[in-house]
C-alpha cells in the first residue's frame, strides 16, 4: 500500500508561482512512475504531467508545457510540481497518484490540494 499526501495548493494570482509536493509512503516509491491530475470546477479529471519510474523521462499536457515542471527525490519520497505563470484556467483540484513502472494503472492517489488562480 501507497499513501500519498499532497501540499502546496493555495490562492495566487495570474502569472504566479506554486510548487506543489507529494509525500509518499513506503520503499517502492523508486518503482512507481509518479503523476499529477488535476479536475477543475465542471469538468473532468485531466492529466496534468508524469515523471516515469526511472527519473530519466517526464511528460506535460499541452496545455501546461513550458510552464509546469515535475521532478522527484526519491531520497524523500516526494514528487513536486513547480507551477509557474499560472493562468486562471490552470484552477483546479491537484491529486497526486502513482503507478507501477512500466502500466498507466494509477492505483493510489492523494486527497487533492486546492490551487486558486486568480485573474
Known amino acids: 500500500q501507497v499513501q500519498l499526501v499532497e501540499s502546496g495548493g493555495g490562492l495566487v494570482q495570474a502569472g504566479g508561482s506554486l510548487r506543489l509536493s507529494c509525500a509518499a509512503s513506503g520503499r517502492t516509491f523508486s518503482n512507481y512512475n509518479m503523476a499529477w491530475f488535476r479536475r477543475a470546477p465542471g469538468k473532468e479529471r485531466e492529466f496534468v504531467a508524469v515523471?516515469?519510474?526511472?527519473?530519466?523521462?517526464?511528460a506535460y499536457a499541452d496545455s501546461v508545457k513550458g510552464r509546469f515542471t515535475i521532478s522527484r527525490d526519491y531520497a524523500k519520497n516526494t514528487v513536486y510540481l513547480q507551477m509557474n505563470s499560472l493562468k486562471p484556467e490552470d484552477t483546479a483540484i491537484y491529486y497526486c497518484?502513482?503507478?507501477?513502472?512500466?502500466?498507466?494503472?494509477?492505483?493510489?492517489w492523494g486527497q487533492g490540494t486546492q490551487v486558486t488562480v486568480s485573474s
Open positions: 515523471i516515469f519510474w526511472s527519473g530519466t523521462r517526464t
Open positions: 497518484a502513482c503507478a507501477p513502472g512500466g502500466t498507466n494503472s494509477y492505483d493510489y
